[in-house]
């Protein structure tokens, strides 16, 4: 069985057609869907409810601790994120599926997503987060752009790693593709799609370069302090 996990903080307008397009899919697998109430004040709870979701509580707020909730809750052999403000392309249960069918060695698969209406700048965000996503296997040895709202996992290895680190940096993203890499391999998919809402870039020009920038810097970071802690340990053995 798949398990999809949906953290939800007030996504009372939004929720209805990502549980609508989630419903729809043409796989015809067991899967449940997992509403994860973050401490919602309007009638997010409500709505996952009525549309057949099962919800369950956690008032401590964070995306990493509905996640993790909702992942430790899952009844299904492969955890599936999910974000709130994203449709799923009735085919998406059925790729996802196959993936893990095909490939007996992955552990996980990272998806991507597009903008239900993509401003100019899109493209360049895409092969942005595709050649992040290329370089991380190649250097870090797994996907160093994973998205929080299309991203897969074998929830047995998700026990083993402990699950998601409220510390880290992007714990849905970075931070599980990073912990669960130690434990099998993790993919990435290009083709496997979804589609989120554009409130992440409803924003000025300035504050999405300030956001790029800083993200940069921090993966950039990431990336010195994995190659020189190779270089470290392969000092020692040589020693």
Not at 12 to 23: D, F, G, I, M, V
Not at 225 to 230: A, D, E, F
Request: glycine share 8%; with cysteine.
């Amino acid at each position: 069985m798949i398990s999809i996990v949906i953290p939800a903080l007030n996504e009372e307008q939004l929720l209805p057609a990502c549980l609508q397009s989630l419903k729809e899919q043409n796989w015809r697998g067991e899967y449940e869907i997992i509403v994860v109430d973050n401490g919602s004040s309007d009638r997010t709870a409500e709505v996952a409810a009525e549309k057949g979701a099962r919800v369950i509580s956690c008032p401590k707020k964070g995306v990493a601790y509905a996640r993790q909730a909702g992942a430790e809750a899952a009844g299904g052999d492969i955890v599936v994120q999910v974000d709130a403000d994203t449709i799923y392309p009735a085919d998406w249960l059925g790729k996802i599926n196959d993936n893990f069918t095909k490939d007996k060695m992955a552990i996980g698969f990272a998806g991507r997503y597009i903008y239900m209406n993509p401003a100019r700048w899109a493209p360049l965000e895409t092969a942005y987060r595709k050649f992040l996503n290329q370089a991380g296997i190649v250097v870090l040895g797994y996907p160093a752009a994973v998205s929080g709202a299309n991203f897969a996992f074998k929830k047995a290895f998700f026990l083993q790693s402990k699950g998601y680190d409220a510390k880290a940096l992007y714990p849905d993203q970075w931070g599980i593709a990073r912990n669960l890499s130690k434990y099998g391999k993790i993919r990435y998919d290009h083709d496997l799609v979804t589609v989120t809402s554009n409130r992440r870039i409803a924003k000025p020009w300035y504050v999405i370069m300030y956001e790029i920038i800083r993200n940069c810097c921090h993966v950039l970071s990431h990336f010195i302090r994995h190659c020189s802690g190779k270089f470290r340990k392969s000092g020692s053995r040589v020693k």
